[in-house]
């Protein structure tokens, strides 16, 4: 079998990293066992749980654990931002140039050594702002 950094890439693990690159919802753990489940119906939360924080851990995967109440999943390791949604707490990808810049920025302000940065935006999406206007409208 292929290997990942620092571990083995098990059938578990390649069933679980297809069905979190299949969608850019960025699912939450019990997302990504009602996912994995359909393939290996055996396979327990627990599993499914430890083997994200694992592949988190390692780099394979990202955890999102800004915002919200839930941690997410993410396929894209790349730097990237984030949207999220301050009603129903859906995730999105934000298509703009990471700001290298603000590295150095901080860097200068602190007497840290930056290894990078995270950003995560908050709005309201498409589906509730469309709630939002059926309500008045019925108001």
Do not use: W
């Amino acid at each position: 079998m292929e290997q990942m950094p620092n571990m083995r890439l098990t059938t578990q693990r390649q069933i679980i990293l297809e069905e979190l690159g299949k969608v850019t919802s960025h699912p939450t753990a019990n997302e990504v066992y009602d996912m994995v489940r359909k393939r290996l119906p055996r396979i327990g939360l627990g599993t499914v749980y430890r083997n994200l924080e694992l592949m988190a851990d390692t780099g394979v995967i990202l955890k999102l654990e800004v915002g919200g109440t839930q941690k997410r999943f993410d396929a894209t390791v790349t730097p990237h931002y984030h949207i999220r949604c301050s009603k129903c707490g859906k995730v999105d990808d934000v298509h703009i140039e990471v700001q290298q810049q603000i590295n150095q920025r901080a860097q200068n302000a602190s007497n840290y050594k930056i290894l990078g940065h995270h950003i995560e935006f908050s709005g309201i999406c498409y589906d509730c702002q469309n709630e939002e206007d059926r309500q008045a409208a019925i108001n």
